[in-house]
Protein backbone atom coordinates (compact mmCIF):
# COMPACT_ATOMS: atom_id res chain seq x y z
CA UNK A 1 0.00 0.00 0.00
CA UNK A 2 1.41 3.51 -1.11
CA UNK A 3 0.92 5.98 1.95
CA UNK A 4 1.63 9.68 1.85
CA UNK A 5 4.33 11.16 3.76
CA UNK A 6 1.77 13.29 6.02
CA UNK A 7 -0.25 10.04 7.34
CA UNK A 8 0.94 9.90 10.97
CA UNK A 9 2.88 12.59 10.27
CA UNK A 10 3.48 15.20 13.23
CA UNK A 11 3.44 19.12 11.43
CA UNK A 12 4.61 21.94 13.43
CA UNK A 13 3.24 25.24 13.14
CA UNK A 14 5.77 28.06 13.45
CA UNK A 15 4.34 31.65 13.81
CA UNK A 16 7.39 33.25 11.91
CA UNK A 17 6.94 36.81 13.53
CA UNK A 18 7.17 35.28 16.92
CA UNK A 19 9.55 32.27 16.30
CA UNK A 20 13.30 33.35 15.92
CA UNK A 21 14.59 36.78 15.27
CA UNK A 22 17.52 36.38 12.59
CA UNK A 23 18.49 39.72 12.29
CA UNK A 24 17.98 41.90 15.09
CA UNK A 25 15.57 44.24 14.60
CA UNK A 26 12.95 42.69 17.18
CA UNK A 27 10.48 41.01 14.82
CA UNK A 28 10.81 36.98 14.26
CA UNK A 29 11.88 36.78 10.37
CA UNK A 30 12.28 33.57 8.05
CA UNK A 31 16.71 33.75 8.12
CA UNK A 32 15.66 33.19 11.94
CA UNK A 33 13.40 29.84 11.30
CA UNK A 34 16.25 28.69 9.36
CA UNK A 35 18.58 29.52 12.23
CA UNK A 36 16.79 27.27 14.51
CA UNK A 37 15.77 24.52 12.63
CA UNK A 38 17.94 22.43 14.24
CA UNK A 39 15.70 22.80 17.24
CA UNK A 40 13.02 20.52 15.17
CA UNK A 41 14.61 18.30 13.74
CA UNK A 42 18.20 16.81 12.38
CA UNK A 43 20.66 16.29 15.87
CA UNK A 44 19.40 13.40 18.60
CA UNK A 45 18.18 15.88 20.38
CA UNK A 46 15.89 17.70 18.18
CA UNK A 47 11.72 17.60 18.69
CA UNK A 48 11.90 15.11 15.45
CA UNK A 49 8.76 17.04 13.61
CA UNK A 50 8.40 15.40 9.87
CA UNK A 51 7.14 18.76 8.56
CA UNK A 52 6.58 22.71 9.29
CA UNK A 53 3.67 24.51 8.52
CA UNK A 54 4.87 28.57 8.25
CA UNK A 55 2.06 31.11 9.21
CA UNK A 56 1.51 34.07 6.43
CA UNK A 57 4.81 35.56 5.90
CA UNK A 58 3.84 37.67 2.51
CA UNK A 59 3.61 41.49 1.90
CA UNK A 60 0.36 42.48 4.39
CA UNK A 61 -1.54 45.83 5.16
CA UNK A 62 -0.94 45.42 8.71
CA UNK A 63 -3.83 44.11 9.99
CA UNK A 64 -4.42 40.90 11.14
CA UNK A 65 -0.57 39.71 11.72
CA UNK A 66 0.09 38.49 7.75
CA UNK A 67 -3.58 37.41 7.03
CA UNK A 68 -4.19 40.37 5.00
CA UNK A 69 -2.39 39.86 1.76
CA UNK A 70 -1.18 42.49 -0.49
CA UNK A 71 0.52 39.77 -3.09
CA UNK A 72 0.57 35.70 -2.74
CA UNK A 73 4.01 35.77 -4.38
CA UNK A 74 6.04 37.48 -2.50
CA UNK A 75 7.71 38.54 1.13
CA UNK A 76 7.47 41.27 3.68
CA UNK A 77 10.40 42.81 3.97
CA UNK A 78 10.46 42.55 7.56
CA UNK A 79 10.27 38.49 7.46
CA UNK A 80 12.91 38.79 4.31
CA UNK A 81 13.32 37.60 0.24
CA UNK A 82 12.23 35.10 -1.75
CA UNK A 83 16.02 34.11 -1.64
CA UNK A 84 15.58 33.22 2.23
CA UNK A 85 12.34 31.50 1.69
CA UNK A 86 14.90 29.20 -0.62
CA UNK A 87 16.84 28.68 2.24
CA UNK A 88 14.72 27.30 4.67
CA UNK A 89 13.35 25.46 2.02
CA UNK A 90 16.85 23.50 1.46
CA UNK A 91 17.88 23.78 4.78
CA UNK A 92 14.49 21.88 6.11
CA UNK A 93 14.61 19.61 3.15
CA UNK A 94 18.36 18.87 3.75
CA UNK A 95 16.96 17.62 7.36
CA UNK A 96 14.03 15.24 5.89
CA UNK A 97 11.69 17.88 6.82
CA UNK A 98 8.90 18.94 4.23
CA UNK A 99 7.60 22.60 4.35
CA UNK A 100 4.27 23.96 3.96
CA UNK A 101 2.75 27.78 3.34
CA UNK A 102 -0.32 29.23 4.60
CA UNK A 103 -2.50 29.79 1.80
CA UNK A 104 -5.24 32.66 2.38
CA UNK A 105 -7.70 31.43 0.47
CA UNK A 106 -10.64 33.50 1.18
CA UNK A 107 -9.76 37.01 1.33
CA UNK A 108 -7.10 39.67 0.33
CA UNK A 109 -6.46 43.27 1.87
CA UNK A 110 -8.12 45.87 0.83
CA UNK A 111 -4.97 47.35 -0.42
CA UNK A 112 -4.28 44.48 -2.81
CA UNK A 113 -3.97 45.80 -6.35
CA UNK A 114 -6.65 43.42 -7.07
CA UNK A 115 -9.59 45.02 -4.80
CA UNK A 116 -7.91 48.42 -5.81
CA UNK A 117 -8.86 47.97 -9.19
CA UNK A 118 -12.01 46.62 -8.12
CA UNK A 119 -13.08 49.26 -6.20
CA UNK A 120 -12.94 51.74 -9.36
CA UNK A 121 -16.07 51.00 -11.14
CA UNK A 122 -18.90 48.72 -11.25
CA UNK A 123 -17.94 47.71 -14.85
CA UNK A 124 -14.35 47.02 -13.96
CA UNK A 125 -13.14 43.51 -15.19
CA UNK A 126 -11.89 42.35 -12.05
CA UNK A 127 -15.00 43.71 -9.89
CA UNK A 128 -16.57 40.25 -9.76
CA UNK A 129 -13.66 38.97 -8.37
CA UNK A 130 -15.25 40.26 -4.85
CA UNK A 131 -18.59 40.36 -3.30
CA UNK A 132 -20.45 43.29 -3.99
CA UNK A 133 -24.20 43.98 -3.59
CA UNK A 134 -26.63 46.93 -3.08
CA UNK A 135 -27.69 48.24 0.29
CA UNK A 136 -30.82 47.74 2.02
CA UNK A 137 -33.19 51.00 2.19
CA UNK A 138 -31.24 52.96 4.96
CA UNK A 139 -29.02 52.39 3.54
CA UNK A 140 -28.39 49.55 5.66
CA UNK A 141 -26.28 46.57 4.70
CA UNK A 142 -27.48 43.50 2.30
CA UNK A 143 -28.29 41.16 4.51
CA UNK A 144 -27.74 40.44 8.31
CA UNK A 145 -24.80 38.80 8.38
CA UNK A 146 -22.24 39.34 11.03
CA UNK A 147 -18.19 39.34 10.74
CA UNK A 148 -16.56 36.73 13.03
CA UNK A 149 -14.99 39.21 15.47
CA UNK A 150 -18.16 41.19 15.73
CA UNK A 151 -19.98 43.91 13.77
CA UNK A 152 -21.14 44.29 10.36
CA UNK A 153 -20.07 41.83 7.25
CA UNK A 154 -20.30 44.32 4.87
CA UNK A 155 -19.12 47.48 4.76
CA UNK A 156 -20.40 50.02 2.13
CA UNK A 157 -17.91 51.50 -0.68
CA UNK A 158 -19.09 55.69 -1.05
CA UNK A 159 -17.32 55.05 -4.41
CA UNK A 160 -19.62 52.75 -6.44
CA UNK A 161 -22.69 52.53 -3.63
CA UNK A 162 -22.44 49.27 -2.79
CA UNK A 163 -21.40 47.20 0.17
CA UNK A 164 -18.55 44.51 0.26
CA UNK A 165 -18.68 41.70 1.73
CA UNK A 166 -15.97 40.31 4.86
CA UNK A 167 -15.56 37.82 6.67
CA UNK A 168 -13.41 38.86 9.26
CA UNK A 169 -12.39 42.50 9.57
CA UNK A 170 -13.83 45.21 7.33
CA UNK A 171 -9.66 45.54 5.25
CA UNK A 172 -9.89 41.84 4.44
CA UNK A 173 -12.29 41.58 1.49
CA UNK A 174 -13.49 38.12 0.43
CA UNK A 175 -12.81 37.03 -2.85
CA UNK A 176 -15.81 35.24 -4.45
CA UNK A 177 -15.00 31.51 -5.79
CA UNK A 178 -17.38 31.12 -8.19
CA UNK A 179 -15.80 33.72 -10.30
CA UNK A 180 -13.19 31.28 -12.54
CA UNK A 181 -10.72 33.99 -12.61
CA UNK A 182 -10.37 33.88 -9.11
CA UNK A 183 -9.74 30.62 -9.08
CA UNK A 184 -7.19 30.79 -12.11
CA UNK A 185 -5.09 33.34 -10.07
CA UNK A 186 -4.93 31.57 -7.31
CA UNK A 187 -3.75 28.29 -8.63
CA UNK A 188 -1.27 30.89 -10.48
CA UNK A 189 0.08 31.68 -6.53
CA UNK A 190 -0.22 28.12 -5.76
CA UNK A 191 1.94 26.75 -8.38
CA UNK A 192 4.49 30.06 -8.10
CA UNK A 193 5.20 27.92 -4.36
CA UNK A 194 5.25 24.58 -5.63
CA UNK A 195 7.60 25.43 -8.46
CA UNK A 196 10.03 26.65 -5.64
CA UNK A 197 9.89 23.49 -3.58
CA UNK A 198 7.40 23.59 -0.82
CA UNK A 199 5.20 20.33 0.28
CA UNK A 200 2.05 21.94 0.06
CA UNK A 201 -0.29 24.19 1.64
CA UNK A 202 -2.58 24.97 4.72
CA UNK A 203 -5.53 25.99 3.78
CA UNK A 204 -6.78 29.17 5.56
CA UNK A 205 -10.83 29.52 6.69
CA UNK A 206 -12.11 27.60 3.98
CA UNK A 207 -15.49 26.90 4.99
CA UNK A 208 -16.49 30.48 4.25
CA UNK A 209 -15.38 30.44 0.39
CA UNK A 210 -18.97 30.32 -0.80
CA UNK A 211 -21.66 32.68 0.14
CA UNK A 212 -25.17 31.77 -0.42
CA UNK A 213 -26.42 33.39 -3.82
CA UNK A 214 -29.51 34.52 -2.92
CA UNK A 215 -28.02 36.71 0.10
CA UNK A 216 -30.57 35.62 2.52
CA UNK A 217 -30.21 37.13 5.88
CA UNK A 218 -28.80 34.16 8.80
CA UNK A 219 -32.07 32.77 11.63
CA UNK A 220 -31.28 32.95 15.15
CA UNK A 221 -29.11 30.02 16.61
CA UNK A 222 -31.25 29.07 19.28
CA UNK A 223 -30.48 26.70 21.88
CA UNK A 224 -28.11 25.16 22.71
CA UNK A 225 -25.86 27.48 20.80
CA UNK A 226 -23.48 25.46 18.26
CA UNK A 227 -19.84 26.59 18.62
CA UNK A 228 -19.22 25.43 15.40
CA UNK A 229 -22.11 27.12 13.60
CA UNK A 230 -22.64 30.69 15.41
CA UNK A 231 -22.04 34.03 14.71
CA UNK A 232 -21.63 36.38 17.17
CA UNK A 233 -24.80 37.75 17.89
CA UNK A 234 -26.41 34.55 18.54
CA UNK A 235 -26.95 33.99 14.87
CA UNK A 236 -26.78 30.50 13.12
CA UNK A 237 -23.91 30.41 10.10
CA UNK A 238 -26.89 28.75 7.68
CA UNK A 239 -25.69 30.51 4.79
CA UNK A 240 -22.27 31.87 5.56
CA UNK A 241 -20.53 29.00 6.07
CA UNK A 242 -20.10 25.43 4.55
CA UNK A 243 -21.81 25.98 1.35
CA UNK A 244 -23.26 24.23 -1.63
CA UNK A 245 -20.39 24.54 -3.89
CA UNK A 246 -17.26 24.21 -1.48
CA UNK A 247 -16.97 20.33 -2.53
CA UNK A 248 -16.18 22.26 -6.09
CA UNK A 249 -13.49 24.11 -4.93
CA UNK A 250 -11.72 21.87 -2.84
CA UNK A 251 -11.60 19.71 -5.63
CA UNK A 252 -10.14 22.15 -7.54
CA UNK A 253 -7.70 23.08 -5.16
CA UNK A 254 -6.77 19.26 -4.61
CA UNK A 255 -6.24 19.26 -8.78
CA UNK A 256 -3.85 22.23 -8.87
CA UNK A 257 -1.76 20.27 -5.84
CA UNK A 258 -1.80 16.84 -7.30
CA UNK A 259 0.11 18.45 -10.19
CA UNK A 260 3.41 17.82 -8.05
CA UNK A 261 4.29 14.82 -7.22
CA UNK A 262 3.67 14.26 -2.91
CA UNK A 263 2.17 17.30 -2.08
CA UNK A 264 -0.57 17.67 0.12
CA UNK A 265 -3.55 20.20 1.08
CA UNK A 266 -4.57 20.72 4.75
CA UNK A 267 -7.69 22.44 5.30
CA UNK A 268 -8.34 24.59 8.57
CA UNK A 269 -11.72 23.63 9.76
CA UNK A 270 -13.49 24.38 13.16
CA UNK A 271 -16.19 21.35 11.87
CA UNK A 272 -18.20 18.36 13.09
CA UNK A 273 -16.26 15.21 11.98
CA UNK A 274 -18.89 14.56 9.41
CA UNK A 275 -17.97 18.05 7.91
CA UNK A 276 -14.56 17.34 7.57
CA UNK A 277 -14.96 13.95 6.10
CA UNK A 278 -16.87 16.16 3.54
CA UNK A 279 -13.89 18.54 3.11
CA UNK A 280 -11.97 15.02 2.55
CA UNK A 281 -14.20 13.99 -0.15
CA UNK A 282 -15.76 11.52 1.51
CA UNK A 283 -15.09 7.92 0.21
CA UNK A 284 -13.89 9.22 -2.73
CA UNK A 285 -10.88 11.15 -1.45
CA UNK A 286 -10.92 13.49 -3.62
CA UNK A 287 -11.38 16.71 -1.98
CA UNK A 288 -8.53 17.76 0.63
CA UNK A 289 -5.63 15.48 1.73
CA UNK A 290 -6.14 16.74 5.47
CA UNK A 291 -8.74 18.09 7.67
CA UNK A 292 -7.39 20.28 10.85
CA UNK A 293 -9.74 18.77 13.45
CA UNK A 294 -10.48 21.30 16.34
CA UNK A 295 -12.86 19.38 18.19
CA UNK A 296 -10.34 18.08 20.65
CA UNK A 297 -8.59 22.00 20.94
CA UNK A 298 -12.32 23.13 21.81
CA UNK A 299 -13.14 20.48 24.38
CA UNK A 300 -13.29 20.66 28.05
CA UNK A 301 -10.47 18.44 29.69
CA UNK A 302 -13.24 15.80 30.36
CA UNK A 303 -12.57 12.10 29.09
CA UNK A 304 -16.17 11.73 28.30
CA UNK A 305 -16.32 14.93 25.88
CA UNK A 306 -12.51 13.55 24.62
CA UNK A 307 -13.75 10.16 23.68
CA UNK A 308 -17.01 11.56 22.18
CA UNK A 309 -14.60 13.37 20.03
CA UNK A 310 -12.61 10.70 19.32
CA UNK A 311 -15.32 8.48 18.27
CA UNK A 312 -16.95 10.98 15.83
CA UNK A 313 -13.51 11.00 13.71
CA UNK A 314 -12.93 7.05 14.36
CA UNK A 315 -16.68 6.99 12.46
CA UNK A 316 -16.39 9.87 9.83
CA UNK A 317 -12.70 9.41 9.15
CA UNK A 318 -12.41 6.38 8.34
CA UNK A 319 -9.82 4.88 6.11
CA UNK A 320 -8.89 5.76 3.28
CA UNK A 321 -9.61 9.08 5.58
CA UNK A 322 -7.92 9.84 8.41
CA UNK A 323 -7.90 12.77 11.18
CA UNK A 324 -5.84 15.75 11.59
CA UNK A 325 -5.18 16.81 15.77
CA UNK A 326 -4.02 19.80 17.08
CA UNK A 327 -4.27 20.70 21.01
CA UNK A 328 -3.18 24.83 20.23
CA UNK A 329 -2.36 27.27 17.16
CA UNK A 330 -2.33 31.16 16.47
CA UNK A 331 -6.18 31.56 16.64
CA UNK A 332 -6.66 29.60 19.91
CA UNK A 333 -5.73 30.41 24.06
CA UNK A 334 -2.93 27.97 24.61
CA UNK A 335 -3.87 24.36 25.81
CA UNK A 336 -1.48 24.90 28.91
CA UNK A 337 -3.41 28.06 29.63
CA UNK A 338 -6.88 26.63 28.92
CA UNK A 339 -6.76 23.11 30.48
CA UNK A 340 -3.66 24.15 33.60
CA UNK A 341 0.28 23.61 33.04
CA UNK A 342 0.05 20.47 35.38
CA UNK A 343 -1.90 18.66 32.69
CA UNK A 344 0.21 19.02 29.74
CA UNK A 345 2.20 16.05 30.12
CA UNK A 346 -0.53 14.24 29.65
CA UNK A 347 -1.96 16.23 26.45
CA UNK A 348 1.41 15.50 24.82
CA UNK A 349 0.75 11.54 25.51
CA UNK A 350 -2.78 11.64 24.19
CA UNK A 351 -1.64 13.62 21.02
CA UNK A 352 0.94 12.29 19.82
CA UNK A 353 -0.53 8.48 20.07
CA UNK A 354 -4.09 9.55 18.53
CA UNK A 355 -4.65 7.89 14.69
CA UNK A 356 -3.82 10.49 12.15
CA UNK A 357 -1.71 13.31 11.42
CA UNK A 358 -0.67 15.64 14.34
CA UNK A 359 -0.20 19.60 14.42
CA UNK A 360 1.96 20.78 17.00
CA UNK A 361 1.90 24.43 17.86
CA UNK A 362 5.18 26.16 18.41
CA UNK A 363 6.13 26.76 22.17
CA UNK A 364 3.62 23.99 23.23
CA UNK A 365 6.36 21.16 23.67
CA UNK A 366 7.78 23.30 26.58
CA UNK A 367 4.79 23.88 28.25
CA UNK A 368 4.19 27.64 26.94
CA UNK A 369 0.93 29.49 28.29
CA UNK A 370 -0.72 32.55 26.74
CA UNK A 371 1.52 35.96 27.34
CA UNK A 372 -0.53 39.16 27.94
CA UNK A 373 0.79 41.76 25.31
CA UNK A 374 2.44 45.03 26.40
CA UNK A 375 -0.95 47.45 25.59
CA UNK A 376 1.65 49.30 23.14
CA UNK A 377 2.65 45.80 21.32
CA UNK A 378 -1.11 44.95 20.26
CA UNK A 379 -1.11 43.70 16.90
CA UNK A 380 -4.92 41.92 16.79
CA UNK A 381 -8.00 43.80 17.89
CA UNK A 382 -10.39 42.62 20.56
CA UNK A 383 -13.60 41.31 18.73
CA UNK A 384 -16.72 41.13 20.34
CA UNK A 385 -16.96 38.06 21.75
CA UNK A 386 -13.32 37.54 22.25
CA UNK A 387 -10.03 39.35 24.39
CA UNK A 388 -7.89 39.13 21.22
CA UNK A 389 -5.02 36.79 20.17
CA UNK A 390 -1.89 38.11 20.50
CA UNK A 391 -1.52 36.48 23.98
CA UNK A 392 -1.32 32.52 21.95
CA UNK A 393 1.27 34.72 19.75
CA UNK A 394 4.07 35.47 22.16
CA UNK A 395 7.67 34.71 21.47
CA UNK A 396 9.31 31.85 21.49
CA UNK A 397 10.79 31.11 24.60
CA UNK A 398 14.21 29.97 24.10
CA UNK A 399 16.14 30.26 27.53
CA UNK A 400 13.28 27.55 28.48
CA UNK A 401 13.78 25.32 25.40
CA UNK A 402 17.89 25.72 26.12
CA UNK A 403 16.77 24.20 29.92
CA UNK A 404 14.61 21.31 28.91
CA UNK A 405 17.03 20.29 26.38
CA UNK A 406 19.36 19.62 29.14
CA UNK A 407 16.68 17.96 31.87
CA UNK A 408 15.66 14.24 30.88
CA UNK A 409 12.89 14.29 32.65
CA UNK A 410 11.78 17.80 31.03
CA UNK A 411 8.37 18.23 28.91
CA UNK A 412 10.26 18.48 25.65
CA UNK A 413 12.30 15.10 26.52
CA UNK A 414 8.83 13.70 26.72
CA UNK A 415 7.71 15.01 23.59
CA UNK A 416 10.74 13.98 21.76
CA UNK A 417 10.51 10.59 23.46
CA UNK A 418 6.48 9.98 21.83
CA UNK A 419 7.42 11.72 18.69
CA UNK A 420 10.29 9.07 18.38
CA UNK A 421 8.27 6.32 19.65
CA UNK A 422 5.68 7.09 16.93
CA UNK A 423 8.06 7.00 14.29
CA UNK A 424 9.08 3.75 15.49
CA UNK A 425 5.79 2.19 16.27
CA UNK A 426 3.81 1.10 12.77
CA UNK A 427 1.03 0.84 14.93
CA UNK A 428 1.06 4.49 16.36
CA UNK A 429 1.91 5.88 12.78
CA UNK A 430 -0.53 3.88 10.77
CA UNK A 431 -2.37 1.68 12.44
CA UNK A 432 -6.09 1.40 14.00
CA UNK A 433 -7.58 2.80 17.15
CA UNK A 434 -10.45 1.14 19.30
CA UNK A 435 -11.48 2.95 21.92
CA UNK A 436 -11.87 0.79 25.47
CA UNK A 437 -14.95 0.27 27.15
CA UNK A 438 -15.37 0.03 30.97
CA UNK A 439 -12.50 2.24 32.32
CA UNK A 440 -12.92 3.67 35.50
CA UNK A 441 -14.52 7.39 35.74
CA UNK A 442 -11.99 9.66 34.24
CA UNK A 443 -9.88 7.67 32.51
CA UNK A 444 -9.56 8.01 28.56
CA UNK A 445 -8.31 4.42 26.68
CA UNK A 446 -7.89 3.28 23.82
CA UNK A 447 -5.55 0.69 21.85
CA UNK A 448 -3.09 1.08 18.55
CA UNK A 449 -3.32 -2.05 16.06
CA UNK A 450 -1.11 -2.55 13.19
CA UNK A 451 -0.40 -6.39 12.42
CA UNK A 452 1.53 -8.13 15.26
CA UNK A 453 1.70 -5.10 17.42
CA UNK A 454 -0.60 -3.48 19.92
CA UNK A 455 -0.27 -0.42 21.86
CA UNK A 456 -2.44 0.59 24.88
CA UNK A 457 -2.82 3.66 25.73
CA UNK A 458 -4.44 4.72 29.28
CA UNK A 459 -4.91 8.66 30.16
CA UNK A 460 -6.22 9.58 33.61
CA UNK A 461 -8.18 12.80 33.09
CA UNK A 462 -9.63 12.88 36.31
CA UNK A 463 -9.06 14.31 39.99
CA UNK A 464 -8.41 11.03 41.86
CA UNK A 465 -5.54 7.96 41.49
CA UNK A 466 -7.23 5.35 39.41
CA UNK A 467 -6.17 1.30 39.10
CA UNK A 468 -6.72 0.50 35.58
CA UNK A 469 -6.93 -3.31 34.39
CA UNK A 470 -4.86 -3.79 31.36
CA UNK A 471 -6.74 -5.83 28.45
CA UNK A 472 -6.60 -9.68 27.95
CA UNK A 473 -3.11 -10.94 27.09
CA UNK A 474 -2.13 -7.12 26.96
CA UNK A 475 1.72 -7.31 27.30
CA UNK A 476 3.18 -5.03 29.95
CA UNK A 477 5.99 -3.50 28.69
CA UNK A 478 6.16 0.30 29.92
CA UNK A 479 6.37 2.07 26.38
CA UNK A 480 6.15 5.66 27.62
CA UNK A 481 4.70 7.39 30.22
CA UNK A 482 3.73 10.92 31.81
CA UNK A 483 5.90 10.30 34.97
CA UNK A 484 8.65 7.08 33.99
CA UNK A 485 9.76 7.40 37.77
CA UNK A 486 6.71 6.17 39.14
CA UNK A 487 5.00 4.36 36.79
CA UNK A 488 5.65 0.64 36.78
CA UNK A 489 2.54 -1.66 35.02
CA UNK A 490 2.37 -5.23 36.70
CA UNK A 491 0.13 -8.03 37.16
CA UNK A 492 -2.25 -7.28 34.64
CA UNK A 493 -2.79 -3.84 35.74
CA UNK A 494 -1.68 -0.09 36.13
CA UNK A 495 -2.22 2.69 38.76
CA UNK A 496 -2.59 5.91 37.17
CA UNK A 497 -2.50 8.91 39.82
CA UNK A 498 -4.52 12.09 38.20
CA UNK A 499 -3.42 13.37 35.13
CA UNK A 500 -0.66 10.93 34.06
CA UNK A 501 -0.83 8.45 31.42
CA UNK A 502 0.99 5.60 30.20
CA UNK A 503 1.86 3.63 26.50
CA UNK A 504 1.80 0.12 27.20
CA UNK A 505 2.99 -2.32 24.60
Not at 54 to 71: A, K, M, N, Q, R
Not at 94 to 114: F, Q
Not at 460 to 470: D, E, F, I, Q, T
Amino acid sequence: MTRSWAEGAVLYQVYPRAFADGDGDGIGDLPGVTARLDHLAGPPDSLGVDAIWLSPFYPHGGVDGGYDVTDFTGVAPEYGTLADVDRLLAASHGRGVRVLLDLITGHTSDRHPWFAAARTSRANASRDWYLWADPRPGPAPPTNWVAAFGGPAWTLDPGSGQFFHHSFYPEQPDLNWRSAAVREEMAKAMRFWLDRGVDGFRADAIEFLIKDRRLRDNPPAGPPLLPWSAEPGGLRRRWTRNQPGLAGVFRHLRRVTDEYPDRILLGELYAPARQVAAALGGARADGLHLGLDHQLAKSAWDARAFRRAIAAAERHLAPPLSPTWAFSNHDLSRHATRWGTERARLAALILLTLRGTVCLYQGEEIGMTDVAPAPDARADRPGADRAGRDPARGPFDWDEAARQRSDHESLLALYRGLIDLRRRSPALRHGSLSLLRGLPPGVLGYERLLGAERLTVLANMGHRRSVVRLPSGQPDVLLSATDLNQVHPAGGKVELDADHGVVIG
